[in-house]
Structure formats: structure tokens, C-alpha cells
């Protein structure tokens, strides 16, 4: 039983966010999103689906918290959609907007289960991008703005916060690749809001820090390796596991970028992007560390490979300074998107980052798996997400068992939903959802994940 266990006290949720789960996008004074322009824009979203409607959570949230509690889970980490907080991006503040997030918290507590907020899951309000975007300054700043408003309506009810989610795929796949909102392609661009999203993020933590809130980012994280040993193909794993991995890291920990990734954006104009004090303010202190956690880069310095999958539109790179690497099939099983399983690359990113970066507690904020699942008599079996899960949790305790200070783990994602670029074909969820009729059904993932929340340990 002990080695299947996990430290007493260990935090089991979901995650899920909001553009992906809403819907009730014209609800109670809810401005547009960069989300919204994208996905109504032809040729964007897999079948032109978009979040009008989603999972219908907003107005099913009580019977989706309900459901949670019945499988026993203990967290559930969840985003709040800036504009329902702030239509036009920051001045007014929409009462309207923050009372769902305040229903949804009363009901998780009610429930005993503690949320984890996080604050920016991609849907910018468009009024900021048409002033600019991340790339301008300026959008940081208004974060701030938004990310206090949401701290004083919320700060006496929730203590966890995450400030920006997965900032590489909001910069480089949002303004790089356009594979994500707002779907430009600019290296330069891409590079200014990386900055500012991590510049966002300094300026908001030390808000939500307030009354006992503990704040932290979560980026996604790859175990990246080279596809030989060949000098260049070495040099590629430096490149993303660069971009990926310790830009991220060392300005968020060490409150500097790595120099050789300096070096890399420099043809892009990054180091004008920077000003005095910035680096200070997305160095300052981090209560927690989340981690997403999908997959393995295997990457060569030839063209042997080509991009992964990042939306089926794919087309230009998500890499600036290292638009010359290709990724290649590393021989492992790999799930509906394509994306390899690899348990041993979280156990290799966990023990990394505890070494590389001590004393951060962390969170796997995300890992999870799509793969097709079909609707028999009312049920959906999924042993793939199972053994996937199961794999990735034991990665997770072997990595607790070597001294690594993970204090949680959110499946990726409590239910089906809008997976971007890929529209509602891709399935995540522990829970089917049924489009037609909204009707939730848990999977038996979700069954076997209830139990290991309720046991603390491995069924
Ligand atoms: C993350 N990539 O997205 C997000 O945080 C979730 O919203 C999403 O549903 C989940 O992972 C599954 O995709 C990613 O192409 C999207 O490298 C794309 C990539 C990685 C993460």
C-alpha cells in the first residue's frame, strides 16, 4: 500500500479553462476575446467550431461541481475569462462577471473542494489586442489592473492563483505560428509577448499574494532529447529545450533570461524589448511552480522531422532563433494528438526542475491524454487514459520518493471541451461530454481517478 500511497495531504483535482468550457460568450455583459475573433474566422478551427457554446458551463456549473464532488476529488483548477471581469480589457469592472466566479467558488467550498484560479487561459479581450496585444507593453499593465479586481472580489475565498498558463503557446503559438489566437506570424512580435506575459505575470503575483494568497505561474514544460548525438542535432535540444523550457524557468526562478537564448532572439530584437526593473519584478518570489506536462520533443538539427501538430493548420514555425529544427518520432505509443506518451519525461522534468531551480513547491497543473472514445450503453471505457494517467501518477510519486516537492496533481481536463485549433474533436476529458444533449458521463478514468483522490495512492 505505502509505495502506491503519496504524501499525506496531497492535492487531487482537474483543470479545465474557461473559453473551453463556457460557452454563454454574449452572457451577463461579457466582452470579445481574441478567442472569439479567431475562432470565427474561416479556416482557423478544425470544422469552423467555435466557444459560443461549449460545455455550456457557465450556466451548468453547479451540476459539473456537483459531479466533481461525487468522484472525490479535492481541487479544481479553473480560469477566469478577463473579459467577463474587464469587457474593454481594464477601466470599468463588470459586477456581472465576477459573481459567476463567486457562485462557482461558493459552490467547489461547499463542496470542500479548493479552487485554483488562474487568470490567464488565453482569451485576451480583443479591445487590448487591437491596441497592440501582448506584444505592447502596455497589456501588462492592464493585467495588473484586471488581476487586482479579480483578487479583491475573490481573494478572501480563493488562496491558490496562477497568473498566465502555458505563456510559450500564448506567445509563440499565438503570435509565431498562428495556430493560436490572434493568429499572426511574426517572430518579432512573438518575442515582445513573451516578455510581457512574463512581465504581466511580475506585476500581478505580489497583488494576489495579498491576505494569504500564494501565486505562481504555469508553463508547460517538454523533456526534450536529441535525435542523435551529432553536434548539431545536441545544439537543437539547447534551442527548445531554450525556448521551452529555461526561458521560462530562469526568468520566473533567477529573475534573468539564459544567456544562450539571449543570443538566439537577438536577430529579433529581444533584448530592446526588455527594460531596468523588469527582470527584478518576474524574478520576485513564487509561492508555487505549476507544471503542464504533455509529452517528449525528440528534435534534429536536419529536416528529416517536421513541426508538431500544433493546431491541423500548422504551417509556419512556433520557434524563432530556431526555426531550422525539426522534431522526429521518438518509437513511442502516442495518443490522439498525435503527442507521444512518456511518463519518463515527467520524471525527468520533475527531478530537473527541483534540482535546477530548489525549493519551488510544484504542481503538475496539467497532463493528460485525447484519445477516441465511444459511448457503449451509456458508458465510455478508456483504459488508454488510464494507463496513461496511472503512468504519469506513478512518474509523479517516484519523483516525490527522490525529494522533488510536488504537492499536487490536476488531470488535464476534468471533462471534453473546445481543444483550440482542434475544435471539439479532440477528447481529454474524464468526463464525456455529448454536444447534442450537454450530458456529462464519466469515463471509467474518471472512476478510477475518483478512487486514487479518495485512497491518496494508485488503485
Ligand atoms: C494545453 N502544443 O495546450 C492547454 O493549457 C490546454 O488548454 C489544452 O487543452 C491542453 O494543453 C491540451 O492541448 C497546449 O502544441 C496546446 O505544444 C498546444 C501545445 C501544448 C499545449
Known sequence: MTTRGFPDGFTWGTATSGYQIEGAVAADGRGTSIWDTFAHTPGRVMNGENGDVANDHYHRYAEDVALMASLGLGAYRFSISWPRVMPDGGGEVNQRGLDFYRRLVDALLEEGITPFATLYHWDLPQKLEDAGGWPARDTAYRFAEYAAAVHEALGDRVKHWFTVNEPWCAAFLGYASGDHA???????????????????????????????????????????SPASDDEADLDAVRRIDGLQNRFFLDALLRGSYPADVLQDLAPFGFQEVIQDGDMELIGGPLDHLGVNY?????????????????????SASPWPGASHVSFVHGGRPVTDMGWEVDPGGLHEILTWVAKEYPSVPLYITENGAAYVDTVVDGAVDDPERVAYIEAHLAACRDAIADGVPLKGYFAWSLMDNFEWGWGYGKRFGLVHVDYETQKRTPKSSALWYGRAARQNGLP
Not at 509577448?193 to 500581478?204: C, D, E, K
Not at 520533443?297 to 528529416?304: L, R
Not at 522531422?305 to 493548420?313: I, M, R, W, Y
Request: proline share 8%.
Open 182 to 224: 490572434p493568429g499572426l506570424r511574426s517572430p518579432e512580435l512573438s518575442v515582445r509577448a513573451a516578455h510581457h506575459l512574463l512581465l504581466a505575470h511580475g506585476l500581478a503575483a505580489p497583488l494576489l499574494r495579498g491576505g494569504g494568497g500564494l501565486a505562481g505561474a504555469a508553463p508547460n514544460l517538454y523533456a526534450v
Open 294 to 314: 504533455y509529452s517528449r520533443h525528440t528534435v534534429s538539427a536536419s529536416s528529416d522531422g517536421g513541426l508538431v501538430a500544433t493546431s491541423p493548420f500548422a
